[in-house]
């Protein structure tokens, strides 16, 4: 993906052990969300003809596994049940977190470009 290509650098060995690290959470997430997306694409006529209806359908291959976990969990949350709700706490806080070190990574990486660029 091309996220994996900006933490990677570009480096093909980490890409490939990182895909497949994040293999499952993509697997994963598909899963979680598929009634949701067969659900809708029933309610807009929008499901394929010629499925079974009592089969799913997801996009478990596009871009943001960690996002659609992410709205799954809000999602759940929304019903009132206190592990849900503390749920997303505990994931935002872990979200925000590794987002906070990413961009602190960036910045010191960018700061190392611009020394040795002078």
Known sequence: TPALLVVTRGKLIRMI??????LPLFLLSGTLIAPFATQLAKSVDAFPKGVASTQLITHSTLEGPV?????????????????????????????IGIFAWYRKQMIKRNEEYAANAK
């Open 17 to 22: 052990i990182f895909g497949s690290l994040l």
């Open 67 to 95: 996002e659609k976990l992410l709205g799954w969990t809000i999602g759940n949350a929304t019903t009132g049940d206190i592990k849900a709700i503390l749920g997303v706490v505990v994931f935002l806080a872990f979200y």
